[in-house]
């Protein structure tokens, strides 16, 4: 079965940092890009990063920029999501997802359960 | 504001066909392939259509997806009341360098 498990949320003041992980079963990790994508409160999806299969090329959303760095570890199928000065509208459910086709296009095939993440003082 | 511009709502009654708009550019899905993805409240979301109107293995033939220049449509034929959800659209963006999504529309079997 094909698996992608989030964790790493949890209640967090502004300014303060968060590391997320995407743990990866029942495919060849390795071979895939991957992508985090996120959904606040009654929102929509948002996209936030996205990285290829060798960990060479991220791609972030110009809200997250600066602040937010996207790696994995292919040896241990994970991937990861640091994030840093966290704002109050960073608050949402975090997404991790495969990447069907690689990384600059949109097929998601496979997604997580996500992991929630509150920014609150 | 999203980049990729849907209807909030939609709507139709079991049997009828049904069809949501997304509009974009030629940053995005003017250059870029679209997929759409059906989302049930407090569930992940699920790949309906990738490479603009390619199903994946599951999803019933009675949904299918095209793109035009800039717009895309999905359509559902046979509407039944498992098709109510949230329905987004998304692509790639060149000029932004990064994903995007339409803002989803909320499809009401009546």
Redesign the interface.
């Known amino acids: 079965q094909v698996h992608l498990v989030e964790s790493g949320g949890g209640v967090v003041q502004p300014g303060r940092s968060l590391r997320l992980s995407c743990a990866a079963s029942g495919f060849t990790f390795k071979n895939y890009g991957m ?1 985090w ?1 996120r959904q606040a409160p009654g929102k ?4 936030v990063a ?1 990285l290829s299969y060798d960990g060479r090329k991220k ?4 809200s997250v920029k600066g602040r937010i760095t996207i790696s994995r570890d292919n040896s241990d199928n994970t991937m990861f999501l640091q994030m840093n000065s966290l704002r109050i509208d960073d608050t949402a459910l975090y ?1 991790c997802a495969r990447g ?2 690689g990384v ?6 496979i ?4 992991t929630q993440v509150t920014v609150s003082s | 504001q999203s980049v990729l511009t849907q209807p909030p709502s939609a709507s139709g009654t079991p049997g009828q066909r049904v069809t949501i708009p997304c509009s974009g550019s030629t940053s995005n899905i003017g250059r870029n392939s679209v997929s759409w993805y059906h989302q049930l409240p407090g569930t992940a979301p699920k790949l309906l259509f990738y490479s603009d109107d390619q199903r994946p293995s599951g999803v019933p033939d009675r949904f299918s997806a095209s793109k035009s220049g800039t717009s895309a449509s999905l359509a559902i034929s046979g509407l039944q009341s498992e098709d109510e959800g949230e329905y987004y659209c998304a692509s790639w963006d060149d000029s932004l360098n990064g994903a995007v999504f339409g803002g989803g529309t909320q499809l009401t079997v009546l």
Request: proline fraction near 0%; charged fraction near 10%; glycine fraction near 12%.
């Open positions: 992508h994508v929509g999806l948002v996209w996205s791609y972030y959303a110009d997404y069907l086709q600059r296009v949109t097929s998601f095939d997604w997580g359960q996500g």
